[in-house]
């Protein structure tokens, strides 16, 4: 009986372990298949980009569908020819030629195209037209100021009288014979902030900078110069269209220029960073996820921008990469017409901290099931006698070993080291603040980073082992069917065991600090030092708690 009783326990704990393991979720990451469920709950790429269409935004839509066309095949894998919209957007420009100047029929943009005295010619291309192409013109230029120079929005009137802007160092006055880009993000801004596609607040504080910048102060200057970089970066890349859908989405300025510098760095991803800007509303959140990741954040953003809006800011809120261990869950297309699937799904999406709470107490409670299995099958005898303590402390760091080896073979990228630098948006005001960070930090390798905490997580629980191991020696000495004369012999006998917690943690000090000599691991110095002060913590537990006392009992019993 007691040996089926500990296969019945060994087989529970294999069942256990196995869903533990196949729970999907993850310390520091994100199961794509989680991703997808949550995309669920929203459009797809190709329906905003489609809605889009129907609506006369021809420039949204036509940069959705682009950066669709323009994924690998590792990335679009889901795709199918009826996910892109090329034959309408075809349809949609023979309808509307003229569309492609603006990118879209709104008011202010079509009273533009109906004063500018020169337009450009319009490519074989179905693209739209950047909107800086238009202003390059001067009699354009010229004709756009005579129409904003009537409005009553103060907010406008104040981005104008910064064509007397003095003190750039970028640009060249607007008064100069080089002063065109200027006098192009200027009347832009303008024009932005007129037709209400820039927020109340984000155009406050615009009419703000320029009020402050007209001071002649340097830094305020300097401020404004970095705003209209960016809002002239954005015009020569997006239609006037896409232009007023970026400046919309963002809160302020500084959000606008973050987005804006990772649009200009993006190259060919142009269309995709606008897409997940356009689909997240959140720009902010994309540029914290490209300084998180690097160009590690690329394949990252572009499986799940099919998925649609939902998925991306499930995504970006964590600021979390995409699954990418051994397990049924990296694979986006994981069936879930089974209903306990569904539910895992569900539970791992939306009830994160609590599937993370199941799936750690599923595997410790598999490791001490699977620890007290063992040892009914394998003993020859009852267990009864022994102390029940001491049991299911033993089954507990079995517990605690299977975690630490399903979370090291689940995710391996907790232990690895980062293969690129994080993504850095240079934004030219903030240049003062990050050189004085630079030079106040004098030990780099002092701070406790992820990889420092496993390490020492790593260490902690080898002590524990041993201390473990040492306290099951002493409780068989204790009980030890021999005289107390005896006992104390074996005890001194086993005094090299009861001081291996030294010497495990003097050879954990000198292997770490050689690994981080050879660069094979990331962790900082506060790790290797660790090792050898747990080592010297739990061996004086160890021989003041529990060696001295029997030792001193058994001296008194001789």
């Known amino acids: 009986m007691q040996k089926v009783a500990g296969i019945v326990l060994v087989v529970f704990a294999l069942l256990l372990g196995g869903g533990g393991w196949l729970a999907p979720v993850y310390l520091d990451a994100v199961a794509p298949a989680v991703l997808r469920l949550a995309g669920a709950k929203g459009k797809p790429a190709v329906n905003v980009a489609e809605q889009l269409l129907d609506e006369g935004q021809f420039g949204p839509a036509w940069r959705i569908n682009t950066a669709l066309a323009s994924l690998d095949t590792a990335s679009s894998e889901t795709l199918s020819p009826e996910n892109f919209l090329n034959g309408q957007i075809e349809q949609f420009i023979a309808d509307h030629p003229k569309d492609r100047l603006t990118g879209n029929a709104e008011p202010f943009g079509l009273q533009f195209i109906q004063i500018a005295t020169k337009l450009p010619e319009l490519a074989t291309e179905n693209g739209p037209l950047a909107f800086q192409q238009l202003l390059t013109p001067r009699a354009n230029r010229e004709a756009l100021r005579a129409m904003l120079i009537e409005s009553r929005n103060q907010n406008v009137q104040h981005i104008l009288a910064t064509k007397g802007l003095t003190g750039v160092r970028h640009f060249m006055p607007v008064a100069s014979a080089a002063g065109a880009p200027l006098d192009s993000a200027i009347l832009t801004t303008a024009l932005l902030v007129q037709a209400g596609l820039v927020g109340p607040e984000f155009a406050r504080e615009l009419a703000t900078m320029a009020q402050l910048a007209m001071s002649g102060e340097p830094a305020s200057v300097a401020r404004l110069e970095a705003f209209y970089l960016s809002m002239l970066g954005a015009a020569q890349r997006l239609d006037w ?20 510098t990772l649009l200009r760095q993006s190259g060919d991803r142009e269309a995709l960073v606008f897409s997940l800007v356009m689909l997240s509303q959140r720009p902010d959140w994309v540029a914290d996820y490209y300084e998180t990741f690097g160009d590690e954040a690329w394949p990252d ?41 569904r539910l895992t799904l569900q539970l791992c999406a939306f009830y994160r901290p609590i599937a993370m709470v199941a799936k750690v107490l599923l595997l410790l409670t598999a490791g001490m099931l699977l620890a007290a299995g063992i040892k009914l099958v394998i003993s020859s005898r009852s267990t009864k006698g022994s102390y029940p303590g001491l049991a299911w402390m033993q089954n507990g760091v079995v517990g605690v070993i299977l975690l630490l080896i399903v979370v090291s073979f689940q995710e391996p990228q907790l232990f690895a080291q980062p293969v690129t630098e994080p993504g850095t948006l240079f934004l030219e005001f903030e240049l003062p603040a990050a050189l004085g960070t630079v030079e106040g930090e004098t030990m780099p390798n002092a701070s406790i980073d992820q990889q420092t905490v496993l390490v020492l997580l790593i260490f902690l629980m080898v002590q524990f082992v041993i201390y473990i191991v040492c306290l099951m020696k002493i409780s068989q000495l204790k009980r030890a069917p021999v005289p107390a004369e005896t006992r104390i012999t074996l005890l001194e006998n086993e005094e090299p065991l009861f001081d291996l917690g030294l010497y495990v943690g003097l050879s954990g000090t000198v292997i770490s ?8 691991v990331q962790a900082s110095l506060v790790a290797a030092y660790a090792s050898t002060l747990f080592g010297i913590i739990f061996v004086a537990l160890l021989k003041i708690l529990h060696v001295r006392p029997l030792k001193r009992k058994l001296i008194l019993e001789r």
Do not use: C, H, K
Request: aromatic fraction near 12%.
């Open 241 to 260: 269209a896409s232009l007023g859908a970026w400046t919309r989405m963002a809160r302020d300025p500084v959000s606008f220029m973050r987005a804006t």
């Open 513 to 520: 600090l050689l690994m981080l000599a050879m660069g094979i």
């Open 301 to 341: 953003f572009a499986r799940v921008f099919p998925w649609g809006g939902e998925a991306l800011r499930y995504l970006l809120e964590r600021q979390l990469p995409l699954y990418q261990g051994p397990a049924l869950w990296s694979d986006a297309e994981t069936p879930t017409d089974n209903e306990l699937t």
